[in-house]
């Protein structure tokens, strides 16, 4: 089925370690999404890209880094994972060129940093 | 700035009953109005949005909802409730008069169907 895949769908990382979130869309969607979700907090934006070769700080990019290696792909990198970042993460796309609501989101990447 | 509350982070209601979900935002300008719902361990879908076309919005699923400018409301109803209803919703905005800029969600309200 056509939509957003993220790998992995959990992982638990030590205070320190780096890991990359992978996320790859396959609807031809212009603009990607990295936000995290903690509870009694809604989703906050972390970064974004609007179009192949850009990308943009949201809210809460701290601590993370983003490579939007193609059209399909966007992945999210924590060089130094601290338990702050336990969290549940999700990519999302839209077919626009800037930055909107998304339309797609991908099932989400459960880390636990210990 | 922009702003969206959700009121009650908890909400039962009985198979085939009223569903009402709140939502209050703050803006300055003519927002656009956004409601998500995920179900358990998956991404959000896209229940509905408003863009100033019609003040009454209809969504998949049987849901819709109304803006009230006056009172700074953006409510999520369903008249009967299902059973695979039961999940998390979320209000969001984005707000600056156009469709463009960054969504802001709301805390969310966790949504509970008894038989």
């Known amino acids: 089925n056509a939509g957003v895949t993220q790998t992995p769908k959990f992982q638990v990382l030590k205070t320190g370690q780096s890991m990359t979130l992978q996320c790859a869309q396959d609807m031809n969607h212009n603009s990607m999404y990295w936000y995290r979700q903690d509870p009694g907090m809604g989703l906050r934006l972390i970064y974004y890209?609007?179009?192949?070769?850009?990308?943009d700080k949201g809210e809460v990019p701290n601590g993370y880094n983003v490579s939007r290696l193609n059209k399909r792909e966007f992945s999210l990198r924590l060089e130094s994972a601290a338990p702050s970042q336990t969290s549940v993460y999700f990519c999302?796309?839209?077919?626009?060129?800037?930055?909107?609501?998304?339309?797609?989101f991908g099932d989400g990447t459960r880390l636990s940093i210990l | 700035a922009q702003s969206v509350t959700q009121l009650g982070s908890h909400v039962s209601v009985s198979e085939g009953a009223l569903v009402l979900l709140r939502c209050n935002y703050s803006?300055?300008?003519?927002?656009?109005l956004f409601w998500y719902v995920q179900y358990p361990n998956q991404g959000l879908q896209l229940l509905l949005k408003y863009t100033s076309a019609a003040t009454l919005v209809k969504g998949i699923n049987g849901f819709e909802a109304e803006f009230k400018k006056s009172e700074t409301s953006f409510h999520l109803t369903k008249p009967s409730a299902h059973m695979s209803d039961a999940a998390e919703y979320f209000c969001a905005v984005i707000s600056g008069g156009t469709s463009y800029g960054k969504l802001t969600f709301g805390q969310g309200t966790i949504l509970t169907v008894h038989p």
């Open positions: 890209s609007a179009s192949e070769g850009t990308t």
């Open positions: 803006s300055s300008v003519p927002p656009y």
């Open positions: 999302a796309s839209s077919e626009s060129r800037e930055l909107t609501q998304p339309q797609h």
